[in-house]
């Protein structure tokens, strides 16, 4: 098998070759801004790139703009027929893991793969699939990570978060049985739903009463999980709470966030802030069956407005989308 290297490594190039080659040079001096966090060396997903046989980069690389690209499910694989285990050297899965690891806080790495290892459910046909979108020469260039529970994305230049790249991720896990329990033991998600609860608290009575409604949360079919809405959205507006609580809100994002690796940590916030999205956007929680154990302590909750989404749903088990246009 051939690997794609820069000209002066091969003695002859086809055509498209030096093309390629040409236009990863100039990427790589477009982007230089990108990479100063690197030290002088390629970022994680660059190395990864670099070390694609010509099969691989002709099955794994898609165009930038493919419609895949703002698609996302709670189990899918980018490229189905290649995955992890079989069409990949040991390197290149190593490599892998460090990139998938990288994208998390240092206190989350373990639980993060754990996750992964433990929705394969014991099965190494459900190992995860990866891919690009794009080439170094696109402005948007982007590895992704897909599985059974997991779609994580990044800007593949640089090691340095930039967000989520306008794309939705998700995250999930059942820890003990399919259908979790009340307080969710093991999952490495419900963290955040404690967040939410507590942020929930915060409210007084009629705005509790408001964030609490009637209606079901929005459908988790692909096609409508991560739409966004101007009109009819459910719950309290953010713009009917007080400064105090609007910074709560923010700050519980910030901490429902801190899984994610911090520099996308950052970038996130500082789009909603900068963006002042918190008065448009609307807070929603959902009892009845939602409710597992009919406790008041919500399993199941939306942040969402015409430019973000972030729908938590506990029931049977944790579901977590996010997306916002960053």
């Known amino acids: 098998m051939k690997l794609i290297m820069p000209v002066i490594e091969r003695k002859s190039l086809s055509r498209r ?9 100039v990427a790589l001096a477009a982007f230089s801004e990108l990479r100063a966090d690197t030290a002088g060396r390629d970022s994680l997903p660059m190395q990864f790139y ?20 703002q698609y996302v499910s709670n189990w899918w694989y980018i490229c189905p027929d290649q995955r992890l285990h079989t069409f990949y050297t040991k390197d290149q899965q190593d490599l892998v893991k460090q990139i998938f690891e990288s994208l998390h806080s240092e206190e989350y790495r373990e639980k993060m793969d754990w996750q992964v290892q433990k929705d394969l459910m014991g099965q190494i046909k459900n190992t995860p699939s990866v891919g690009f979108f794009g080439t170094p020469t696109d402005k948007d260039f982007e590895f992704i990570y897909t599985g059974h529970h997991v779609t994580r994305r990044c800007h593949a230049i640089t090691d340095k978060g930039l967000g989520f790249g306008a794309a939705p991720i998700f995250y999930g896990n059942f820890a003990k049985a399919f259908r979790e329990t009340k307080d969710h033991e093991g999952n490495p998600f419900w963290y955040q739903g404690l967040l939410f609860n507590e942020f929930y608290s915060a409210l007084d009575g009629k705005q509790q009463e408001k964030t609490l409604v009637g209606r079901e949360p929005r459908k988790e079919d692909p096609a409508t999980v991560i739409l966004k809405s101007k009109t009819d959205l459910p719950g309290i507006s953010g713009s009917d709470l007080s400064k105090d609580q609007q910074a709560k809100l923010l700050d519980t994002m910030r901490r429902m966030l801190a899984c994610f690796r911090p520099d996308d940590v ?61």
Not at 270 to 293: A, H, N, P, Q, W
């Open 17 to 25: 070759e030096i093309i390629r080659a040409f236009g990863a040079s």
């Open 50 to 69: 670099k070390s694609l046989t010509e099969e691989q980069h002709a099955k794994i690389v898609l165009s930038v703009d493919h419609p895949k690209r």
């Open 266 to 326: 950052a970038a996130t916030m500082k789009t909603i802030e900068d963006k002042k999205l918190v008065d448009r956007l609307f807070v929603s929680c959902y009892g009845g069956s939602f409710d597992i154990g009919n406790d008041k302590v919500w399993d199941t909750w939306q942040i969402e407005g015409p430019e973000l989404v972030w729908y938590f749903r506990g029931v049977p088990h944790i579901h977590g989308y996010f997306h916002l246009a960053a």
